[in-house]
């Protein structure tokens, strides 16, 4: 059975350039070996990657040897929906992708603070940056 997103339908993409998804596979899908529950589509922003490397999650960074480019703002990410909500909690959450984002997080993360950070992305989103 195909994963469902927050609003109930199928899970859609989240990125593919960067290549996202705890399986590589461009969904924010999960299963028992995701122990970070990489469920949040999130499109993120100059102070949301600013705020994970102050708490040790450094996203910027490339890690070629993990197949990890390295991300710039507005790049779409399945993120870890602890990190997500600590940085809501700081005032520093990134964008999220309803649409993409897995129907898992809700055991984490309450819907109607999703949809605060809810966002269409256009199709160029480079220029996101705060």
């Known amino acids: 059975m195909a994963d469902l997103n927050v609003l109930g339908g199928e899970l859609q993409l989240c990125g593919m350039d960067p290549l996202t998804g705890f399986y590589r596979d461009g969904c924010c899908a999960t299963g028992p ?11 993120v922003t100059t102070e949301f990657l600013e705020h994970q490397r102050s708490i040790g ?3 910027v960074t490339p890690m070629p040897q993990y197949g990890f480019p ?13 990190n997500w909500l600590r940085a809501h909690l700081d005032g520093k959450a990134a964008f999220v992708v309803l649409e993409a984002t897995n129907e898992r997080v809700l055991d984490i993360v309450p819907l109607e603070i999703l949809r605060e950070h809810a966002v269409d992305v256009p199709e160029s989103p480079g220029d996101l940056t705060s």
């Open 33 to 43: 070996q995701d122990v970070g529950s990489h469920t949040i589509c999130a499109v």
């Open 57 to 59: 999650n450094d996203l």
């Open 70 to 82: 390295g991300l710039v703002p507005g790049d779409r990410w399945c993120v870890t929906a602890h």
